[in-house]
């Protein structure tokens, strides 16, 4: 049997008496803004707390560690500015904007691809590559920080979608700790970065999907709402 909820009246007397002023939050291009200013900053300091690798000048002139560093830029971009539209009911192309970060991540996997093709027996290298779950440990150091403003910048917000809002959070962190993580791994092999940089990006990302479900559902929210006016 499901629990009776209280009247209506009461629930309403109850809302009111316990109403605080609420300020509106600022546009979404706004909270970004601010987002990306305080996790890029936080990225960087623990980045370089972690240590730089020893040729990060050297490669910052290869085309290769510039276009993996842009790409996962952009999927963090993309993917917090698609978050933030997402929670404001009613705002925005919402299927563009979901769309946008999976491109992105899906261009980074290519390129690794491409670049892991192009040096033959792709498979072969792939079972050859040593395990580095320290890489793992890096990203998710990088991205920690940032990870845990972004959801708690949402969560102020409304989500009417929970899973996918928290998926694309979980997805901005990884990939902005998965910058950090190339300026640290001094291994540039495309076997290496597709199996511990993308791969754990990817996978991670699912886990946004229960934080989603538990941080943004306002139907769990509401439901505990009417369980402590009982």
Known sequence: MTPERPPLPRVI????????????LPPPSARLTTWTLKA???AAIVT??????PDVVVRLRDPRFIAAAVVTLAIALAAAAAAFVLSVPGAGPRRVMRAMPL????????????????????????AATPWHPACVVLILSVGALPGIWLFAMLRRAAPLQPLWTGALAALASLALGALGTQFVCPIDAPAHQLLWHFTPVVLITFVGLALGARLFDWRRLAAGTFRSLR
């Open 13 to 24: 007397a109850q809302l009111a008496r316990d109403a605080t002023p609420v300020a509106p």
């Open 40 to 42: 890029a900053t936080a």
């Open 48 to 53: 370089i707390l972690l240590g730089l690798r």
């Open 103 to 126: 491109l992105a991540a899906a261009a980074w996997g290519m390129l690794l691809w491409v670049r892991l093709t192009a040096a033959g027996e792709p498979v072969t290298q792939l």
